[in-house]
């Protein structure tokens, strides 16, 4: 489904990543681990199409389509999903509005009917109930002094509304206490199926107990120096990355 | 309306004409005759001049004395002050390691402009500068400086010019006074201008304690370089009526400044900072905490304007102007301006008037202490913070020594 | 909230010129000569039929304005208007006078259907019952029709044009007119009194609540004519109206002015609430043509308790010159100020406030809201002062600007001024951009470039969106999407 062979990109003329190759298959739950500084973020701004972050070779592609030449609204439109590790807030926009702007452009540009308001709201409460987040966050502005834990929550009712063909979670681990977690990892779980697949970035092996993996990825300075599958992340937990580093060195 | 009617010379004008003849006397430089015909021109700044609104000098400014007269000798200064007694440099100074000072008629100016060269009252200044005193730091060197303006007891008007360069990688600690005599109504102008080198960093602290009868108008310039830091403060408690106006330029990237001050003033005292921040190179940082405190009838101004121009982008600017009226008769005047013309920035100003929390003073005084002196707590903590950037503790404590000073003596 | 998606396909489906009320009205007109002399003020009282202290209430305000020299202190910059090649009268030639519906010239019906006016009630009442809004429209110079008058009166609500109260309830507005804005008041002012034509008088009796919305909508067609217009609104005690007002003009390549007065007076514990939609024609992008909008609006509270609050949405005129403003004479009384200027192409907006705090215990809140986009520029001025005995006079003022590309300037100038210890004035300005963080987060999920712009800018108005009636507030989302369009990428 999502298939990225040998990627070269660049911040500010800076190369991160150098050559990286990796496929995640329709129902595969990938896992992409890495130090500090190896590519992470910058991977998944890249895939998602973010402004000022140029690719110089190589391809990305989903479900077969070249993703290189569109927007990162048309990315999203055709089911690519980003969870970001810092998500933004939007002073004066509600949360409801926010949901309801992004879900029917989508629909819109994939040709689809807009939802109708009662469906929509029926459809955002109950995916707001299971993720634990109460109804008055929804006509708050979106994110704006939400804590940390509250803003992953967020994202991940985002996805669930939003029912990608693949998502993208970059380190929604970080700043989670155990319990956010759970929540949100139970969240993550409750997407998976056959025909979706995911990629989880993250530094700890620990969001991993709780999202269990087909396959695990190690980045290091811009390239997957090593796959294989769940025990991967075990051994990593272990030993940490020294060994990697020292490699792609 | 350029074809309009001059209106007729002010007293204060027409004792300025007076007081320039009498300079002449003793002989003045032609850039002096041309400062004064410019200033002629366009008489003493009044309301209807958009930067003065708040501060007419035409109406406000009595009268101004004659020069006072040139004294050959004086006593030496002690160590690295340059002492100026009315307006005139006093003697040789010793210029410390990696300084030089250099006395030269009057005439000379920054590379690039930073100041308004329009504003009437630079050019009374430059005017009635006999000499320009200019200050050299080497790159590298590290030193302090003080500025000791006296003013005797007779009433002069008097004007010095001095340009501090301070080259690349230097740093410089500036601390300048200003007093004069009791009772006498000095108009005591200064120029001071900073050329502050790539990397350079320069802490100025200034202090007008003139006494209730005289005057001050000063101007600030400072010309920032890449990577250039340039740290003031000023407290003023003196003059009767007093202007001080700073321009700071940001020439070179990266560079930053932090324009601090507390103004305290009573009776029937007039107190006008005016400063504009012009950010011309991108990344650059400004920063400007003004405390005012006004008492009595008197009157405090604050005009703070920071110009953003295109392609200063990433400039982040931010201004604070707080002030608070202890008295029925006091008033304030406060004008915070932008003008942005980049995007990517972070520009912000606040500006707060009004009197002391009732509530506070209330909880201060249920525990023992009486109104006065709850007041005073709470003023002290008032100003503080246009402090905090002074690192040398020290003179922060100087400088909280003279606002509680200033706070005791209220009645 | 499906005013957002309204705005989103608005982005969309709007042409890269998106001024939609640049269409003309093909009607003859009647039309004073060129130029203004003292021939022209009298022909235009004539034409209204005034009363003889009328006229010479004109005639003095000519004389006056002959020796006023127009403003230059504002941020804008225009070549100087020759005020003798202007029409001072244009109205349309079937009209010879305030009349019934039915006689109106139909053109003229089918230009309101367009700007989507209602005039006629029957269509108006089949909307719901909170949208009824009685509408004065304002033609050129003329007053063409006044809704709902029958209804309004049953409440002794007067809601009329003003020349039709010049006839009607001359002693109302003697008493009033020129109380607020005074005839020597600035160049635009003085010109307005010498040669307003039309405009709104409202009277609201004591005590009454006005049972439904009273809107004006001004419609300047003809070619090289200034609207002069005069709006005159009376609240007595214990009374309240909400007051709505738009404006359109045809896209014409020369520069139109348009000055107006309007002077609103509350007197005890009664309330007034005026809002604004502003979108006179703006001129291309390149700044040729568009309005010249030079408007004196200023409020007097002058009993106690009373309240004025002004909202304004800006968008249109090359030129905006405009700051309702609040006299806060009765003790208790209070004024609000709520903006949103956006200035895109070359338009020039100086726009704000003056809050003068006079009696005791008044308080005024200001926020405003700018955004500038293309090559505009666009400032704020304002004034907050309380005088000496102004006890405890409150005011809050918040000034943010978003500046959208790097060819646009936003400026804040305010001046706070304060004679009085015990009043408290808290002032905050920012000025930021759209993060590239926010923009991709959005696109992120779905939004294009445009419609994140559009979401994000909603979102930054939203506190002074909330001020306006439920259905400006949705025209005003809309037109805050158009007008900036263009303006990103």
């Known amino acids: 489904m999502l298939k990225i062979d040998n990627l070269h990109a660049r911040v500010d003329d800076k190369e991160i990543i150098k050559g990286l190759s990796l496929s995640v298959k329709a129902g595969e739950v990938a896992a992409i681990m890495g130090p500090n500084g190896s590519g992470k973020s910058t991977l998944s701004y890249v895939v998602a199409g973010r402004a000022g972050y140029e690719v110089t070779d190589g391809s990305i592609s989903l479900d077969g389509e070249s993703l290189l030449d569109m927007e990162a609204n048309e990315r999203a439109a055709k089911g690519l999903f980003l969870a970001f590790q810092y998500p933004l807030e939007i002073p004066g926009v509600t949360t409801m509005t926010f949901l309801k702007a992004a879900m029917n452009a989508q629909r819109k540009q994939r040709g689809e009917a807009e939802m109708s308001t009662p469906d929509f709201i029926k459809t955002v409460r109950t995916a707001a109930d299971k993720l634990g987040i109460k109804q008055d966050f929804l006509r708050r502005p979106l994110n704006v002094g939400f804590s940390g834990g509250e803003k992953k929550r967020m994202e991940v009712l985002q996805m669930m509304l939003l029912q990608p063909r693949l998502a993208i979670l970059d380190e929604t681990d970080s700043g989670l206490d155990i319990d956010a977690l759970r929540i949100v990892a139970e969240g993550v779980n409750a997407l998976r199926s056959p025909d979706r697949g995911f990629l989880v970035i993250t530094h700890y092996q620990r969001l991993l107990d709780y999202i269990k993996p087909d396959s695990v990825h190690v980045l290091s300075s811009g390239r997957i120096v090593k796959s294989g599958g769940p025990e991967l992340a075990h051994e990593l937990e272990r030993n940490g990355y020294r060994d990697y580093v020292a490699d792609a060195a | 309306m350029n074809a309009s009617v001059k209106p007729p010379q002010s007293p204060a004008e027409t004792s300025l004409v007076e007081s320039f003849e009498a300079l002449r006397v003793s002989g003045v430089a032609a850039v002096q005759e041309e400062a004064f015909a410019r200033f002629l021109n366009k008489g003493l700044p009044s309301r209807r001049i958009e930067a003065w609104h708040y501060t007419d000098l035409r109406t406000q400014l009595k009268r101004a004395p004659l020069p006072a007269r040139v004294e050959a000798a004086a006593e030496a200064a002690d160590g690295a002050a340059l002492v100026f007694l009315d307006g005139a440099l006093v003697g040789e100074p010793q210029a410390p390691q990696g300084v030089s000072i250099e006395r030269a008629t009057a005439g000379r100016r920054l590379a690039a402009p930073v100041i308004d060269e329009d504003d009437a009252s630079i050019a009374l200044a430059r005017a009635f500068s006999r000499e320009t005193i200019t200050i050299r730091v080497e790159a590298n060197a590290h030193c302090a400086l003080r500025f000791v303006f006296q003013n005797s007891e007779t009433a002069a008007t008097s004007a010095a010019h001095v340009i501090v360069s301070v080259e690349a990688g230097a740093s410089l600690t500036l601390i300048e006074s200003l007093d004069s005599a009791a009772g006498a109504g000095h108009l005591a102008q200064a120029l001071i201008e900073f050329d502050v080198g790539e990397q350079s960093k320069v802490n100025y602290i200034r202090i007008n304690s003139l006494d209730a009868a005289a005057s001050a108008v000063s101007t600030l310039g400072v010309d920032l370089a890449a990577r250039a830091q340039f740290d003031t403060l000023s407290l003023t408690t003196g003059a009767a009526l007093s202007r001080h106006q700073i321009f700071v330029r940001f020439a070179g990237e990266h560079a930053k400044a932090s324009i601090c001050g507390a103004t305290l003033v009573r009776g029937r005292q007039h107190a006008d900072t005016t400063i504009i921040i012009n950010h011309a190179a991108a990344h650059g940082e400004s920063r400007e905490v003004y405390k005012t405190i006004v008492d009595d009838e008197a009157t405090g101004v604050f005009q703070g304007r920071i110009n953003v121009a295109p392609g200063a982008q990433k400039t982040d600017a931010r201004m604070a102007s707080n002030a608070m009226l202890l008295a029925e008769g006091a008033s304030m005047y406060n004008k915070p301006e932008l003008e942005i013309f980049a995007d990517d920035v972070q520009c912000a100003h606040g500006a707060t008037c009004g009197e002391l929390d009732d509530d506070l003073l209330f909880y201060i005084m249920a525990r023992g202490l009486p109104r006065r002196e709850a007041e005073a707590m709470l003023l002290e903590a008032f100003v503080a913070p246009a402090f905090d950037g002074v690192e040398d503790e020290d003179m922060r404590e100087t400088l909280m020594e003279r606002v509680r000073g200033w706070l005791a003596q209220r009645k | ?489």
């Open chain 3, 1 to 489: 909230m499906p005013a957002v998606q309204e705005t989103v396909d608005r982005v969309k489906s709007v042409d890269v010129d998106a001024y939609k009320y640049g269409f003309v009205t093909d009607i003859e007109s009647e039309k004073a000569p060129k130029g203004l002399n003292e021939d022209i003020v009298r022909y235009i009282s004539d034409r209204k039929s005034e009363p003889a202290w009328m006229t010479q209430w004109r005639l003095d305000a000519y004389q006056r304005w002959l020796t006023m020299t127009e403003p230059k202190w504002a941020r804008v910059d225009y070549p100087p208007i020759d005020f003798q090649d202007l029409y001072y009268y244009s109205a349309p030639k079937s009209m010879s006078g305030p009349q019934s519906l039915d006689e109106v010239d139909p053109e003229i019906l089918k230009t309101y259907d367009k700007l989507g006016i209602p005039l006629r009630e029957r269509e108006a009442l089949l909307g719901i019952p909170s949208s009824r809004v009685a509408v004065d429209a304002v033609f050129d110079s003329v007053s063409v029709a006044t809704t709902f008058k029958a209804e309004l009166a049953k409440s002794g609500v007067i809601f009329c044009p003003i020349s039709e109260a010049l006839q009607s309830h001359p002693d109302l507005v003697r008493q009033y007119l020129g109380t607020v804005v005074p005839v020597t008041d600035n160049f635009y002012a003085t010109l307005n009194s010498a040669v307003f034509s039309d405009g709104s008088f409202v009277y609201i009796p004591p005590g009454v609540r006005c049972p439904m919305e009273l809107s004006t909508y001004f419609r300047i067609n003809e070619r090289n004519t200034g609207q002069f217009e005069r709006t005159l609104i009376i609240a007595d005690k214990g009374s309240y109206v909400s007051y709505l007002e738009g404006c359109t003009a045809p896209m014409r390549d020369e520069n139109q002015l348009h000055a107006a007065v309007v002077e609103l007076i509350a007197l005890d514990d009664a309330e007034i609430k005026y809002s604004t939609v502003q979108n006179w024609y703006p001129g291309d992008s390149d700044g040729k043509g568009g309005i010249y909008n030079f408007v004196t609006k200023r409020g007097d509270c002058r009993g106690a308790r009373s309240k004025i609050s002004w909202t304004q949405v800006e968008t249109g005129s090359a030129i905006t010159w405009k700051y309702p403003s609040c006299i806060l004479r009765g003790d208790d009384s209070r004024g609000e100020f709520y903006s949103i200027a956006i200035s895109n192409g070359k338009q020039q907006v100086d726009s704000g406030t003056k809050m003068l705090h006079l009696g005791k215990n008044t308080s005024s809140r200001i926020i405003s809201k700018g955004i500038s986009a293309g090559r505009s520029n666009n400032t704020y001025r304002g004034q907050v002062f309380a005088h000496r005995k102004a006890q405890n006079a409150r005011n809050f003022t918040n000034c943010d600007s978003l500046l959208i590309g790097q060819q646009c300037g936003a400026h804040t100038i305010p001046y706070i001024e304060s004679r009085n210890a015990s009043a408290v004035f808290e002032h905050e300005a920012t000025t930021s951009k759209i993060s590239e963080d926010q923009l991709f987060y959005c696109m992120q999920r779905g939004l294009s470039g445009e419609e994140a712009t559009a979401l994000i800018v909603n979102g930054f108005v939203r506190d002074v969106l909330q001020q306006l009636p439920m259905e400006f507030a949705v025209e005003a989302q809309k037109l805050i999407a158009v007008s900036l369009e263009g303006s990103v990428g």
